[in-house]
């Protein structure tokens, strides 16, 4: 159940972006979230869902990008990691470091 | 309608709260240390153990989150360390603020070691950083070899996999070779070691670990202290 504070999290952000810019209703929301961030769309949608009920949010819309764990070796090589396993197709190396896949980052709102 | 670029970590507020706390445990020379795993895998029971082994050498604080009941504090009391229960009602982590607000309760200046014990769950602790300065998780025999590939999040974020609870591991399909093996394979600079509370084994390179990571931070307070900063 961490969608839910992690939606508390967002609507947080949200009401701070509104109180900046000075916004009415947030109509959209876009987010990019990594495999590794372990987060259940669905479970995020509802829990945004109960939490703009009857506000000035309510009805907001998720756009959420999904991005795929990457690693860099150090042999220069960037690739998608399969299955979790590190190893680099070009050197055989299984040292690369993780460069993407577990973001959990908001990127812009659709505002009136 | 218009368009409002945010780029933004969703889990900011979060970061930065953890931020002041680790602040505050670099003023003090605390090392803290976050314990993540599944329910049940002795992450209390490595703490008594830790508390026992190290008195008079280390002064330990513990903070413990669960969803209900103080019986994990009571139990860690019992070892006579300052301990503190969080109880998150029903939230499956803790957050670096509620630990913030916790840490008003220890006498920090006194300290050399916290540990934080969190909600046993091995998926949301992952993403909440606390201001720790090393996560810890623990994969019980019983549990499985093939957890850190279930749980690729914990473990890519820790710095320590304990395997616990080897004296179970006869009497279960469990290898300690192959658990090592796909825990590398998330995080190939993670340091693996494999103990038994219950029968000692492996506990002395933990109490090694644990006591040289605590004393560095200790000596580095210290001679900054002494330098009057």
Not at chain 1, 34 to 46: H, K, M, P, S, Y
Not at chain 2, 163 to 176: G, H, M
Request: aromatic share 6%.
């Amino acid at each position: 159940m961490h969608e839910l504070s992690i939606a508390e999290n967002l609507l947080e952000l949200v009401d701070k972006y509104r109180a900046e810019k000075g916004f009415t209703r947030c109509s959209s929301i876009r987010l990019r979230i990594g495999l590794l961030a372990a987060v259940d769309e669905e479970a995020l949608r509802f829990a945004v869902e109960a939490l703009t009920e009857g506000g000035p949010d309510a009805g907001v819309s998720l756009e959420v990008e999904r991005t795929f764990p990457l690693a860099r070796c150090s042999c220069g090589n960037s690739f998608e990691v399969q299955d979790l396993i590190y190893l680099c197709e070009r050197c055989g190396s299984t040292s690369a470091r993780l460069s993407g896949g577990d973001e959990l980052d908001i990127l812009h709102l659709e505002v009136d | 309608m218009s368009t409002i670029e945010i780029k933004d970590k969703l889990l900011s507020k979060n970061d930065q709260n953890a931020l002041a706390n680790r602040n505050l445990f670099d003023r003090h020379g605390v090392w803290c240390v976050n314990l993540i795993s599944a329910p049940g895998s002795g992450k209390t029971s490595l703490i008594e153990s830790t508390a026992d082994h190290l008195s008079g050498r280390l002064n330990l604080g513990v903070l413990v989150g669960d969803l209900e009941t103080e019986n994990d504090a009571n139990r860690i009391a019992a070892h006579g360390v300052p301990v503190r229960q969080i109880i998150t009602g029903g939230a499956c982590h803790l957050n670096a603020r509620t630990v913030g607000d916790f840490l008003v309760h220890f006498d920090l200046e006194r300290l050399d070691a916290l540990i934080i014990e969190n909600v046993g769950n091995l998926v949301c602790p992952a993403s909440y950083y606390l201001g720790e300065h090393d996560r810890v998780s623990l994969i019980s025999t019983p549990e499985g070899d093939d957890k850190p590939l279930k749980y690729p999040g914990a473990i890519h974020t820790s710095d320590v996999m304990l395997i616990t609870k080897t004296d179970l591991a006869p009497y279960t399909d469990f290898s300690i070779a192959r658990c090592r093996e796909n825990a590398l394979k998330i995080e190939s600079e993670l340091t693996v070691m494999a103990l038994s509370v219950r029968s000692g084994e492996g506990l002395d390179a933990w109490l090694e670990w644990f006591e040289l990571h605590a004393g560095k931070k200790k000596k580095r307070a210290e001679s900054t202290a002494a330098k009057g900063k």
